[in-house]
């Protein structure tokens, strides 16, 4: 299996062989036990159409880490932050809002998935349903930046089993703050009020989240100074690692016993659910994975490949759709079934 690090090309992606045949590159890395269910990836929906991106379980995390030691540049919305926070308090959430217990697995023709909108349309159906109106409305992004992406990669994040982390990178030694690529923030200045006012909803509804949510307003507080992006992560002689991009990890892990492990311990922020899909011939099962699954690696200049300048990173929002594997007959099963045979041809 290749490194996590190692970049995806995701270019001709309206070929549905290539399509196909990336999609399983993704899933192997963002769920190797998916990959091991799949029969078979036939839908996939990168946003922004990147033409390279390296594969993860926090796009905005590893998006923002790559900066720590690498002369690349950064971008990303206030959409990437929101979906990074839901990853990281969606166990809070759950608690708070109580969510109702259904088993509802949504049904499509292949021919509306070839359309983003009806899946995600019956996503935020299904979010409306499991927490009720007003949660949906504080849960699920409607900032200035926010697309049907966005919205569905929320939607799969609340609702979904989340995929297990996976080992990505070491880290190297720190660039100096003049050795970085420019940072870039989208989204207009309500998008930022907004984003401040969902913290201000979530913090009143518990203590647990209340403690969490402090830190993000501190973040948001200081997110335009310079040198905040050099306090976002640091390491010390034994290669421990702090700084306010922990902000967006799980407080409870964080003071675990016996050591914390960066890239193992981070939210994921990629989900799975399951629905049918039908191809002309019934339904069938199926599985979506999705929500931050990567960070995208453009290029913004003259690239360097040993140091990572000329690079661009930004957070990658998308999901894909694989055809699950039909359970194969154990061999007890198997056993059980010559055993009945034997014992009818002795009776007769």
């Not at 839908?43 to 390279?52: A, F, K, T, V, Y």
């Not at 939607?155 to 979904?160: K, R």
């Not at 998008?191 to 201000?200: A, G, S, V």
């Not at 994921?268 to 069938?284: E, H, K, L, N």
Request: some cysteine.
């Amino acid at each position: 299996m290749a490194m996590m690090d190692t970049p995806i090309q995701t270019t001709n992606l309206n070929d549905p062989k290539v399509a196909a045949i990336r999609g399983a590159e993704i899933l192997q890395r963002i769920s190797p036990d998916d990959y091991k269910k799949s029969d078979g990836v036939f839908n996939l929906h990168l946003e922004g159409d990147p033409s390279q991106i390296v594969a993860s379980q926090n796009g905005f995390i590893w998006a923002a880490a790559d900066v720590f030691d690498r002369q690349s540049g950064l971008i990303f919305s206030v959409d990437h932050i929101w979906l990074a926070v839901l990853a990281q308090l969606k166990s809070y959430i759950y608690q708070v809002f109580q969510p109702r217990q259904t088993q509802e697995i949504p049904s499509f023709l292949n021919e509306q998935l070839r359309d983003k909108k009806a899946l995600v349309n019956s996503l935020c159906d299904m979010v409306l349903k499991k927490f009720g109106l007003e949660a949906a409305k504080l849960l699920l992004p409607r900032f200035s930046t926010t697309a049907e992406s966005e919205t569905g990669a929320a939607a799969l994040i609340l609702l979904g089993t989340n995929c297990q982390v996976q080992h990505h990178r070491k880290f190297n030694m720190p660039v100096a703050a003049y050795n970085r690529g420019a940072i870039i923030v989208a989204g207009g200045r309500e998008d930022w009020y907004k984003l401040r006012r969902n913290f201000e909803d979530l913090r009143n509804l518990s203590t647990e989240l209340g403690i969490a949510i402090s830190h993000h307003l501190m973040f948001l507080d200081n997110l335009l100074r310079g040198e905040f992006w050099d306090a976002m992560l640091k390491a010390d002689n034994l290669g421990r690692m702090s700084g306010w991009l922990f902000n967006f990890f799980d407080p409870r892990k964080l003071i675990q016993r016996g050591g914390f492990e960066f890239d193992v311990e981070m939210p994921s922020a990629v989900a799975t659910i399951p629905i049918r899909v039908d191809f002309g011939q019934g339904p069938i099962d199926c599985t979506v994975v999705g929500g931050l699954l990567a960070h995208s690696r453009n290029e913004s200049g003259i690239v360097n490949p040993a140091t990572f300048r000329g690079y661009r990173h930004q957070p990658t929002i998308g999901w894909l759709i694989y055809g699950d594997k039909k359970p194969e007959t154990s061999e007890t099963e198997e056993e059980m079934v010559e055993t009945e045979k034997e014992m009818m041809e002795t009776d007769d």
